[in-house]
């Protein structure tokens, strides 16, 4: 991997709430790779969003961070808010999973653009129009002249995703968080909406983190993926082996729940058995374990850390290796 | 919880809801009692509504009982047993001041109880029949909202004279708009759950579905509303009383020893203040005890 | 959006009919007068004054007759001011209420709804807290005990002070009879403003599109008033609708402690000298303006909210 555009360094995401502090993410190391699209996958309360909003500086209140995340030499974590809007929707951008209420209803799609084009480019309003409408057109928003004179509720859900994922392309971006871009949409529009995240890699060299729990996504577009559970990485690995051969149970288990086109129309889905770990009260030992078909002793009591598994990647179990195809 | 956890919001992180066993309204208690200054206020309340229940039965002088030996305001004096001292016609001030609570919270209560009832059904009724029935019953609240309520409830009382059951049933009747558009909405996402539905494919008939079903449902947030609407009625009171138009003499309420005692200000503050005192008190627990009950009631307002 | 306005000012005609139908019926048909005063009237008077108000003619004949001159712009004659007509105490009493109350709801615009961002914004903070609970102090503590403390304060015991200012009266609008009722009459919607403002931030500062912009890199100001404010404004809105029509119509409370000739006053002194046209007049007056507020605050809507306008 070349030099990374992100670095994520022992990242914990803490909530104080009426019942007590709960940790939505435990010390979690990621880097991200210059043009890299990084898969992030897991159930929801995995973490995996919280992760990317923390690096961001967009935690909700009552969240508190530590650890380290290192864009261009700085650490964004105590990097403070003016230095921060110096780099949000500037060099790193945020594609948001519900494109129905991220707009702000009562502003023209247009100025939202073109607002972002004169806070980090310091450009006139004629200049800043006439790129927003160009990015509107790359975006293939058709009509994009009219569009840019209306309001979100004119637009369908597609279209102001659509409008989101130009306004993350502005600047030309380094990373852009795509957090479940797709989840609120039609099958056919997100189909539409990966291709041009796909096209904004492959043409701007950016890098993608993609948000998700879909895997069919990841698969698509995705370089690694990191797979989390209970606020924990529990494997990464290049895209090919995580498919082909996964080292975590859980991440097994993920791949036996997606179903596939090729399968007979007989076939049951299959499942995970148990409930999502409850965050503030995870089990003991491994979180997976009381969901794990090949749970062990050691797994009760003695968490897993990260290790290189037998096909490469880095998994947090105590199988040494993982039976393929048994799930 | 998993779904709060994905909403760009962590404050949302709720364990409460995944802890299986523990029933809505077990929650709901638990979170009102972590609400410091909502318990405070339901202690105070508590202890206001005992004393102005018990208080005047207890005490040396009662509320009309005029001390001829000093038919002015006084002081407090132990001796006298005048603990609060007296007002302008020589009576006990303590016995008045609790006598007075007991008519205030009386009224409102029952005025509350009186929009309660009214709202409830025509909200419950406009939301769940839906329709005609939801427009025209709608169209007449919106109709409500445009008249001047104070200035009915002050014709009434003149028109009909100053008359305590007429004044919490006119105050009770102005009241119960916003209740019945709050119950009507409630309804309206109600109707469509599975178990409202499973009611009506088991044969329920209407009334009994809004009763069994319906109002169990709506009365988280209708006690929130009552709990907040309990001391605009004292409030409301009060102004007619200072119009002249409360409760008639010599019974009494906070409002009209506020009356009497601003008249007093400048030779006696304290025939003003005491029962200015234990009003301001009372609205604000009322008032905090609401805001708790809200919170408890809806966590994602936290 | 115009063919919604048109049906709402439709509606509000028979509303304000219904509204002086009741009310006419409501005063005519109970026991007691305007002339059962302390001493009693002779016969032969009472019998001159009801036919000079026209208080002989059947029911419906009064009515009709009221119904008709209220279309002219008169409302009669005043029983008890027997000298003027209601018209005339109307005309003299609402530019003093509408001068009061427009100064008070600026003012309570300008301190309560900037209050309410400042806790928002600081919320469950120290600031929030304090801003909160003065908040909450304004709402508990009625008009009458807060007029009558400010008279004491103002007037009596800082009497031989620079501060000094008149404890009630109104000298021809002087402006120093002006600034406690304003204040007082502010007070409350002031309180109001603050808790209203406070809970709809808070919301807006939640919403979705105030994370984007935030991920946009917009400076926290430009965040809060761009994109948070407007949507906030919809429920300070929707209560300033009624809020305005009460505050122009005369604040009984006040006019009556400060001695303020406005509307408010000679509707508490008509309710209490049963003096029906009079108080009838005031009621249809305020009515109308609880309309027509409501009407502005739709209209408002759609400045604050474009999918309203192409919705209705």
């Known amino acids: 991997m070349n030099a990374p555009v992100l670095d994520i360094k022992n990242l914990i995401v803490r909530f104080a709430t009426n019942d007590g502090e709960v940790a939505a993410v435990s010390d979690l190391s990621l880097s991200i790779g210059k043009g890299e699209c990084l898969g992030i996958v897991g159930e929801s309360g995995s973490g995996k969003s919280q992760t990317f909003l923390a690096v961001m500086g967009l935690l909700a209140r009552n969240g508190s961070v530590s650890g380290e995340a290192i864009y261009g030499g700085v650490n964004l974590l105590t990097a403070g808010e003016r230095a921060l809007n110096e780099l949000r929707g500037n060099a790193l951008t945020m594609v948001f999973q519900d494109p129905m209420t991220s707009l702000t209803p009562h502003m023209k799609v247009g100025r939202q653009l073109t607002e972002v084009l004169i806070r980090h480019r310091g450009v006139d309003k004629t200049t800043a129009r006439n790129e927003a409408v160009a990015m509107l057109k790359r975006v ?60 904004a890699k492959d043409e701007l060299d950016t890098a993608v983190v993609l948000i998700t729990h879909d895997l069919g996504v990841v698969a698509g577009l995705a370089d690694r993926v990191a797979v989390m559970y209970g606020g924990r990485l529990v494997e990464i690995g290049e895209v090919h082996q995580i498919f082909r051969a996964p080292q975590h149970p859980y991440t097994q288990g993920l791949l036996a729940c997606t179903p596939r086109l090729d399968d007979p129309a007989t076939a049951t889905l299959v499942t995970i058995p148990g409930q999502p770990p409850n965050l503030q009260n995870l089990p003991s030992g491994c979180s997976y374990h009381p969901r794990c078909p090949y749970v062990m002793d050691r797994c009760r009591v003695e968490r897993p850390v990260l290790t290189p598994g037998v096909s490469g990647g880095l998994k947090a179990c105590h199988l040494d290796a993982l039976v393929q195809g048994a799930a | 919880m998993s779904a709060n956890l994905a909403s760009p919001h962590g404050a949302a992180l709720d364990a409460a809801a995944t802890t299986e066993g523990r029933s809505l309204w077990q929650d709901a208690w638990r979170r009102l009692m972590a609400n410091h200054a909502a318990v405070t206020g339901l202690v105070i309340l508590v202890l206001i509504a005992l004393v102005s229940v018990v208080g005047p039965y207890l005490l040396p002088w009662t509320y009309d009982e005029i001390d001829w030996r000093h038919v002015e305001a006084l002081p407090p004096d132990m001796a006298t047993r005048h603990y609060f001292g007296t007002d302008s016609l020589g009576r006990d001030l303590l ?26 059904t025509v909200g419950a009724i406009a939301g769940f029949v839906g329709g005609r029935t939801d427009q025209y019953l709608m169209r007449f609240v919106d109709l409500m909202y445009s008249v001047p309520l104070t200035f009915f409830v002050i014709i009434l009382m003149v028109v009909f004279g100053r008359n305590f059951i007429l004044m919490f049933l006119a105050i009770g009747a102005v009241e119960w708009l916003t209740m019945a558009r709050i119950v009507r909405g409630q309804t309206l996402t109600l109707r469509n759950k599975e178990f409202i539905e499973a009611a009506r494919a088991s044969g329920g008939s209407t009334t009994w579905i809004i009763i069994r079903h319906i109002v169990p449902n709506v009365l988280g947030v209708v006690m929130v509303y009552v709990t907040l609407t309990i001391p605009q009625v004292i409030l409301l009171e009060s102004f007619l009383s200072f119009l002249g138009l409360g409760i008639q003499e010599p019974m009494t309420s906070w409002g009209m020893l506020i009356n009497d005692g601003a ?3 400048e030779v006696s ?20 005890l609401g805001d708790g009950l809200r919170d408890a009631l809806d966590p994602k307002d936290r | 959006m115009w063919s919604y306005f048109a049906r709402r000012v439709v509606i509000g005609v028979p509303t304000l009919w219904a509204i002086i139908t009741v009310c006419f019926f409501l005063m005519r048909l109970t026991p ?39 279309l002219h712009g008169d409302f009669g004659p005043s029983f008890k001011y027997r000298d003027f007509t209601v018209t005339t105490l109307i ?40 801003v909160s609970a003065a908040a909450m102090t304004g709402i508990v503590i009625p008009n009458f005990v807060m007029g009558h403390v400010l008279i004491l304060v103002f007037g009596v015991w800082l009497k031989d002070s620079f501060v000094h200012l008149p404890a009630g009266g109104w000298d021809d609008g002087a402006f120093a009879n002006r600034i406690l009722p304003v204040f007082c009459l502010a007070l409350p919607y002031i309180a109001y403003l603050v808790r209203i403002t406070r809970g709809s931030m808070i919301e807006a500062m939640r919403a979705n599109y105030v994370r984007t912009a935030r991920a946009k890199g917009l400076p926290f100001h430009t965040v809060v008033l761009r994109h948070a404010l407007k949507s906030a404004l919809v429920p300070v809105v929707t209560f300033l609708g009624p809020a305005t029509a009460f505050l122009l119509t005369g604040s009984m409370v006040v006019e009556t402690i400060f001695q303020i000739p ?27 303006l609880v309309i027509a507020m409501n009407l502005a605050v739709d209209l408002l809507y759609g400045l604050l909210d474009p999918k309203v306008r192409y919705e209705r």
């Open chain 1, 140 to 199: 293939q928003i058709p009509e994009a002249e009219r569009r840019f004179d209306m309001y979100p509720h004119e637009l369908s859900g597609g279209l102001r995703q659509r409008v989101m994922v130009a306004m993350a392309l502005l600047c030309g971006p380094a990373l852009i968080i795509a957090d479940e871009p797709t989840t609120a949409l039609d099958v056919t529009v997100q189909a539409q909406i990966l291709d041009l995240i796909r096209r």
């Open chain 2, 95 to 120: 016995a008045r001041t609790l006598f007075g609570g007991r008519i205030s919270l009386m009224v409102g209560i029952l005025a509350t109880t009186v929009a309660l009832f009214i709202g409830v």
């Open chain 2, 263 to 265: 008249a007093e200000l």
């Open chain 2, 269 to 288: 503050p304290r025939t003003l203040i005491i029962p200015a005192a234990f009003m301001t008190v009372t609205l604000f627990c009322f008032n905090f």
């Open chain 3, 32 to 70: 007691g007068g305007p002339f059962d005063g302390e001493a009693p009237i002779p016969a032969e008077i009472l019998v001159n004054l009801r036919a000079r108000y026209h208080l002989d003619d059947p029911l419906w004949k009064q009515y009709v007759d009221y119904l008709i001159s209220l």
């Open chain 3, 91 to 130: 005309a003299q009493g609402f530019p003093v209420s509408l001068q009061n109350g427009f100064a008070a709801l600026v003012l309570a615009i300008v301190i309560g709804v900037p209050l309410g961002i400042v806790a928002a914004l600081a919320q469950n903070t120290r600031r929030d807290y304090i």
């Open chain 3, 262 to 288: 406005g509307i408010g006053r000679y509707f508490v002194q008509g309710a209490l000298n049963r003096d029906y046209t009079l108080v009838m007049g005031v009621t249809i007056l305020s009515a109308a």
